[in-house]
């Protein structure tokens, strides 16, 4: 530990006696300064032990030494050494009643022990303590390393936790909480999870200090990872800030977790290519050599049924990450949901494009609809409103097995063509099957193409010389019941008869043709909420 003024009033040599505040000697001393200025507050940074002789100060004024040892208190000075014999006899009761007042620790220093010798033991002291916490640091990264490389994470914050005399935990790239030591700091590390996700916002390295006196512990979270966005983060609970030896240690353990990341990353960009080859091969029909080249990595997940998953970033995103990094988050977030489930799942960036494959009902499906759910809340709150940084456009295809891979393929293209035109973040394959046809007719190219196919009949009926779309519509929903359609209209089924000539002749097209039928009815349909 660092020296105290109680271990500078037991060292042998230095012979000094207390002669005001006892109750505080054991401050940790930083420094031993000399200075006779009347006012040394300026050139003090807290901590120190000032020597004086008194030599420009008027130590027998009670008011005049108030005033210096308060400002001596109020700048952190941790005690007070009066050398007697040399200006003064013994020190003046005016600065031994200040100083008890305060309270400040007051030191009388004989005239045979000279301030240099004070001076050298605050030095040495202070030297055997920095060499204590470098030694106990080295012994800290042994003992830390070698619990990585036999016991990987866990072992390794269990032996950071004892070495700080506190907790740590590891959150992967989603945030969550993957190990924590003790076991009971699970719940504590949890709850820092928002914390966490700030963090990972600011490029790696980052560390930030949550909590202090007001709060249970105080804790420091620090990001994993070499690359502009952190791959993890480490929490490291302590009740007071660490010393010199705790901060090795941590400073250890952020190394050692930071090569297990960087070693993991580059095991994840080699499974990720032999996912790529998997995937052309189940696209190109050849589900068989696709197990064998999934071997034990992905073949688990081509033994079930699984979802393919197509995502895009938003085009034209206004502010924020760019598409790369939007996916890459949901990459994460999916990783880290099947990692934690003991799922596997295929993870392949397409240019802008992220093609996933998971399995039907697991983890990672759950999780993409998850974020896909924040992301729609996160449309219509306050704080996102007018920003599109994190969006991006999903489609989730059906259940499907390895050899209609190419079928869930296209599922997933037309699910995310649908988000996309609905302006949804993730549109699932099943919603098209058990909807309607009906609202896919809101497009822009539908309603033009049903204006222009109907608008000469509009024309027709704008002059006042029939009621050609009405007669039409009618006709068509009593598909072709000459009597039906007759008594909807309130006319005679001779009179529809003619109106419906009129309408071939105008369109130019055979009603007798099913073709003719279907695009027309369509057309009224399109164009019903416009005219």
Same mark, same amino acid.
């Given at each position: 530990?660092?020296?105290?003024?109680?271990?500078?009033?037991?060292?042998?040599?230095?012979?000094?006696?207390?002669?005001?505040?006892?109750?505080?000697?054991?401050?940790?001393?930083?420094?031993?300064?000399?200075?006779?200025?009347?006012?040394?507050?300026?050139?003090?940074?807290?901590?120190?032990?000032?020597?004086?002789?008194?030599?420009?100060?008027?130590?027998?004024?009670?008011?005049?030494?108030?005033?210096?040892?308060?400002?001596?208190?109020?700048?952190?000075?941790?005690?007070?050494?009066?050398?007697?014999?040399?200006?003064?006899?013994?020190?003046?009761?005016?600065?031994?009643?200040?100083?008890?007042?305060?309270?400040?620790?007051?030191?009388?220093?004989?005239?045979?022990?000279?301030?240099?010798?004070?001076?050298?033991?605050?030095?040495?002291?202070?030297?055997?303590?920095?060499?204590?916490?470098?030694?106990?640091?080295?012994?800290?990264?042994?003992?830390?390393?070698?619990?990585?490389?036999?016991?990987?994470?866990?072992?390794?914050?269990?032996?950071?936790?004892?070495?700080?005399?506190?907790?740590?935990?590891?959150?992967?790239?989603?945030?969550?909480?993957?190990?924590?030591?003790? $076991?009971?700091?699970?719940?504590?590390?949890?709850?820092?999870?928002?914390?966490?996700?700030?963090?990972?916002?600011?490029?790696?390295?980052?560390?930030?200090?949550?909590?202090?006196?007001?709060?249970? $512990?105080?804790?420091?979270?620090?990001?994993?990872?070499?690359?502009?966005?952190?791959?993890?983060?480490?929490?490291?609970?302590?009740?007071?800030?660490?010393?010199?030896?705790?901060?090795?240690?941590?400073?250890?353990?952020?190394?050692?977790?930071?090569?297990?990341?960087?070693?993991?990353?580059?095991?994840?960009?080699?499974?990720?290519?032999?996912?790529?080859?998997?995937?052309?091969?189940?696209?190109?029909?050849?589900?068989?050599?696709?197990?064998?080249?999934?071997?034990?990595?992905?073949?688990?997940?081509?033994?079930?049924?699984?979802?393919?998953?197509?995502?895009?970033?938003?085009?034209?995103?206004?502010?924020?990450?760019?598409?790369?990094?939007?996916?890459?988050?949901?990459?994460?977030?999916?990783?880290?949901?099947?990692?934690?489930?003991?799922?596997?799942?295929?993870?392949?960036?397409?240019?802008?494009?992220?093609?996933?494959?998971?399995?039907?009902?697991?983890?990672?499906?759950?999780?993409?609809?998850?974020?896909?759910?924040?992301?729609?809340?996160?449309?219509?709150?306050?704080?996102?409103?007018?920003? $599109?940084?994190?969006?991006?456009?999903?489609?989730?295809?059906?259940?499907?097995?390895?050899? =209609?891979? =190419? =079928?869930?393929?296209?599922?997933?293209?037309?699910?995310?063509?649908?988000?996309?035109?609905?302006?949804?973040?993730?549109?699932?394959?099943?919603?098209?099957?058990?909807?309607?046809?009906?609202?896919?007719?809101?497009?822009?190219?539908?309603?033009?193409?049903?204006?222009?196919?109907?608008?000469?009949?509009?024309?027709?009926?704008?002059?006042?010389?029939?009621?050609?779309?009405?007669?039409?519509?009618?006709?068509?929903?009593?598909?072709?019941?000459?009597?039906?359609?007759?008594?909807?209209?309130?006319?005679?089924?001779?009179?529809?008869?003619?109106?419906?000539?009129?309408?071939?002749?105008?369109?130019?097209?055979?009603?007798?043709?099913? $073709?003719?039928?279907?695009?027309?009815?369509?057309?009224?349909?399109?164009?019903?909420?416009?005219?």
């Amino acid at each position: 530990m660092p020296p105290t003024l109680a271990s500078l009033v037991h060292h042998s040599a230095l012979k000094l006696t207390v002669r005001a505040g006892a109750d505080r000697l054991d401050v940790p001393v930083r420094w031993a300064h000399v200075s006779e200025l009347a006012d040394p507050v300026p050139y003090m940074e807290g901590g120190e032990l000032l020597l004086i002789t008194a030599l420009k100060l008027d130590a027998e004024d009670p008011e005049a030494m108030r005033r210096y040892v308060r400002r001596l208190a109020g700048a952190g000075v941790v005690g007070l050494g009066f050398a007697v014999g040399v200006n003064y006899e013994e020190i003046p009761k005016a600065l031994v009643d200040a100083c008890a007042d305060e309270p400040l620790p007051l030191l009388e220093v004989p005239r045979r022990t000279p301030f240099l010798a004070i001076s050298k033991a605050v030095s040495a002291a202070i030297a055997a303590d920095q060499y204590r916490a470098v030694t106990a640091g080295f012994a800290a990264q042994r003992e830390l390393t070698k619990q990585a490389l036999n016991s990987g994470p866990e072992g390794l914050l269990t032996a950071l936790a004892a070495q700080v005399d506190g907790w740590a935990a590891l959150y992967d790239a989603s945030g969550t909480v993957v190990a924590a030591a003790p $076991d009971w700091s699970g719940r504590r590390a949890a709850r820092l999870t928002g914390e966490v996700e700030r963090l990972r916002e600011r490029p790696a390295p980052a560390s930030s200090v949550v909590g202090g006196p007001e709060h249970e $512990d105080r804790v420091e979270l620090h990001s994993l990872g070499t690359g502009r966005r952190p791959r993890a983060a480490l929490a490291v609970g302590t009740a007071a800030a660490p010393g010199t030896a705790e901060r090795y240690a941590v400073h250890s353990a952020i190394a050692l977790l930071t090569l297990t990341t960087e070693r993991s990353r580059s095991l994840h960009a080699a499974e990720q290519r032999i996912g790529t080859a998997v995937l052309r091969m189940l696209l190109a029909g050849e589900p068989d050599h696709a197990r064998a080249v999934a071997g034990d990595l992905y073949g688990g997940l081509l033994d079930a049924p699984f979802r393919m998953i197509v995502a895009d970033p938003v085009p034209g995103a206004r502010t924020g990450a760019s598409g790369g990094d939007r996916l890459g988050t949901l990459a994460e977030i999916l990783e880290a949901a099947a990692a934690r489930s003991g799922e596997a799942v295929l993870v392949v960036p397409e240019g802008e494009r992220l093609v996933v494959l998971a399995a039907d009902g697991g983890a990672a499906v759950a999780a993409c609809v998850a974020r896909a759910a924040e992301l729609e809340a996160a449309r219509t709150s306050p704080e996102h409103a007018g920003t $599109d940084e994190d969006e991006i456009v999903v489609g989730l295809s059906a259940p499907a097995g390895p050899i =209609a891979a =190419a =079928a869930a393929y296209k599922q997933a293209e037309q699910s995310l063509s649908v988000a996309r035109r609905r302006g949804r973040v993730l549109v699932e394959h099943e919603q098209l099957a058990a909807g309607s046809v009906l609202p896919l007719l809101a497009d822009d190219a539908v309603k033009a193409f049903a204006d222009g196919l109907l608008r000469p009949l509009y024309e027709h009926d704008a002059t006042g010389r029939g009621d050609l779309v009405a007669s039409l519509r009618a006709w068509l929903s009593r598909h072709g019941q000459w009597d039906a359609a007759a008594a909807d209209l309130g006319v005679h089924r001779h009179t529809l008869r003619y109106r419906m000539r009129r309408v071939e002749e105008i369109l130019g097209r055979s009603l007798d043709d099913p $073709d003719v039928r279907m695009e027309l009815w369509l057309a009224l349909k399109a164009t019903s909420t416009d005219q």
